[in-house]
T-cell receptor, first 113, second 112 residues
Framework: AQSVAQPEDQVNVAEGNPLTVKCTYSVSGNPYLFWYVQYPNRGLQFLLKYITGDNLVKGSYGFEAEFNKSQTSFHLKKPSALVSDSALYFCAVRDPESNMLTFGGGTRLMVKP | DGGITQSPKYLFRKEGQNVTLSCEQNLNHDAMYWYRQDPGQGLRLIYYSQIVNDFQKGDIAEGYSVSREKKESFPLTVTSAQKNPTAFYLC???????????FGQGTRLTVV
């Protein structure tokens, strides 16, 4: 069975500093990996994905993520955090055959001025 | 929001009553998903469907039922067998051949 782990419930960052939100995964085959963001009482918005190719993928709002196969990780990063980045972030993995989409527990990012 | 509509946004029901949450999409997406979100527990998959008239259980299907009679609709029924139904419910859909799923705005169900 596939699974995703986000080891940090919350990440606190000062505005202008770099941020990292961690994600590790477990799948039987090649991973299809995603990051989503959720604002209060809203659905999830897609940020970026890794399917194949370069290990560093770029997404919306200046976010990027680094795929590391040996460490089975897919950490979300941004060089300079904004207060408006404060939200709940979810990592997800999809099985390309069954289309089952599994999410991690979420990490709350708090960016302080 | 990608053309996925969940209704209503807020729903209140008495304990012991079944309730059906609506999810409609006009994106011609093949796959549809239902998730439950509780504070501090992230999203947990209830059911998903890859095509019309077919669906699979997710991690927490007990106490829930779904149907997929039409491509654009994937209603979720929360039955009286669900022990703790109060939660935020999210529906998503994905087109065949694409990678990312699109989410609705969610329905907050409160059972009193």
């Amino acid at each position: 069975a596939q699974s995703v782990a986000q080891p940090e419930d919350q990440v606190n960052v000062a505005e202008g500093n770099p941020l990292t939100v961690k994600c590790t995964y477990s799948v039987s085959g090649n991973p299809y990996l995603f990051w989503y963001v959720q604002y209060p009482n809203r659905g999830l918005q897609f940020l970026l994905k890794y399917i194949t190719g370069d290990n560093l993928v770029k997404g919306s709002y200046g976010f990027e993520a680094e795929f590391n196969k040996s460490q089975t990780s897919f950490h979300l990063k941004k060089p300079s955090a904004l207060v408006s980045d404060s939200a709940l972030y979810f990592c997800a993995v999809r099985d390309p055959e069954s289309n089952m989409l599994t999410f991690g527990g979420g990490t709350r990012l708090m960016v302080k001025p | 929001d990608g053309g996925i509509t969940q209704s209503p946004k807020y729903l209140f029901r008495k304990e012991g009553q079944n309730v059906t949450l609506s999810c409609e999409q006009n994106l011609n997406h093949d796959a549809m998903y239902w998730y439950r979100q509780d504070p501090g527990q992230g999203l947990r998959l209830i059911y998903y469907s890859q095509i019309v008239n077919d669906f699979q259980k997710g991690d927490i299907a007990e106490g829930y039922s779904v149907s997929r009679e039409k491509k654009e609709s994937f209603p979720l029924t929360v039955t009286s067998a669900q022990k703790n139904p109060t939660a935020f419910y999210l529906c998503a859909s994905k087109v065949r051949g694409a990678d990312e799923a699109f989410f609705g705005q969610g329905t907050r169900l409160t059972v009193v």
